[in-house]
Every structure is written in structure tokens, then in C-alpha cells.
């Protein structure tokens, strides 16, 4: 029988960080309501939640970085909206973002978490930033988009998990 290791949402020791973006704070704001929510409600205590606000999307990644080099939090959640406008603006800065918030996961062996909506339209950016946690996948007959802030915080409770199980470090 192979050894499995799976990570389970349950309340994880440390602390929490997460990245918010304020452009778009209609949006941000619930996302970040949600995840912080999705957090103390799985015993995360408030003051174990940390919050950085950037000015925009493009620099999540930044504060990131020094939240994880600084190896005080256990996840870092990253939370953002861009909606596609007239240009190509949108697809740079998502490109750039989701590499480098994967780089630093990967660089400091830290669940990084990718929470920037890349939207079409606003509807669909209001869409994911709704109350309720989604479904996972879109192959269930229930599927909803649900609030990608909730996704990431579940995530990134099961992320700690896992990675406290795993052999190494």
C-alpha cells in the first residue's frame, strides 16, 4: 500500500497573511471578507490574521514576497480582481502575477495562495466574489462560482495541513 498524504481544513498553527489588492475594492473587499471569515470560522484566531493592502494587483506580489521571506506566516493568501478592459493590459498583469506568486511557493516551500480573479466582465467578477464557497470543479451538476477569498482560505488551510505532513525540512 503507497503512503498517501493528504492536507484536511482544520484550524493550523501560525500565522496567516493575505495580500489584497484596493483597486477594484468592491470586489476585493468581499473576497477579503470571505477568506477572513472562512479562516476564524475554522479556529483562526483574528489576531493571527494579517492584512496587507496593495494599491493594485500588479503589486501582490511584492508584498508577498516580503511576507514570505520574513518566514513568520504559515500561507499567504493573494486576493485581487482585474477585469478585462479595452487593451491587453489585463493579460500582462495576470500573466505576471500568477508566475510570480507561483515562484514564491515554490522558492520558500509556503502555500501561496492565487486569489486574483481574471475577469471578463464586472458581472463576472461580482459573481466570484459572492457569498458562499464555490464548488470544486466544474464537472458537478451543483457547480456554483461561489467566493474565490473563501476557495483560497480553505485552501490554504489545507495547504498548511499537507505540508506539515509531508517528510522533509
Avoid at 8 to 14: D, L, P, R, S, V
Avoid at 81 to 97: P, Y
Avoid at 106 to 132: D, K, M, W
Avoid at 148 to 169: I, N, T
Wanted: with cysteine; aromatic share 4%; proline share 3%.
Amino acid at each position: 500500500m503507497p503512503n498517501i498524504f493528504q492536507g484536511n481544513i482544520a484550524a493550523a498553527e501560525g500565522r496567516f497573511a493575505v495580500v489584497v489588492s484596493r483597486f477594484n475594492e468592491s470586489i476585493t473587499s468581499r473576497l477579503l471578507d470571505g477568506a477572513v471569515r472562512t479562516l476564524t470560522e475554522n479556529g483562526v484566531a483574528d489576531e493571527r490574521i494579517d492584512v496587507a493592502w496593495t494599491p493594485g494587483a500588479f503589486e501582490i506580489p511584492t508584498v508577498a514576497n516580503r511576507l514570505a521571506a520574513g518566514g513568520r506566516y504559515a500561507a499567504v493568501i493573494c486576493l485581487g480582481a482585474v477585469v478585462k478592459g479595452e487593451t491587453t493590459h489585463d493579460q500582462h498583469i495576470n500573466r505576471a502575477v500568477s508566475a510570480a506568486l507561483c515562484e514564491l511557493g515554490v522558492h520558500y516551500g509556503l502555500p501561496v495562495l492565487f486569489g486574483l480573479l481574471t475577469c471578463n466582465t464586472l458581472e463576472q467578477a461580482i459573481a466570484r466574489s459572492g457569498g458562499q464557497s464555490s464548488t470544486t470543479g466544474k464537472d458537478q451538476s451543483d457547480a456554483r462560482v461561489g467566493n474565490k477569498g473563501v476557495d483560497c482560505a480553505l485552501a490554504a488551510l489545507e495547504m498548511v495541513d499537507l505540508m506539515s505532513k509531508l517528510p522533509g525540512r
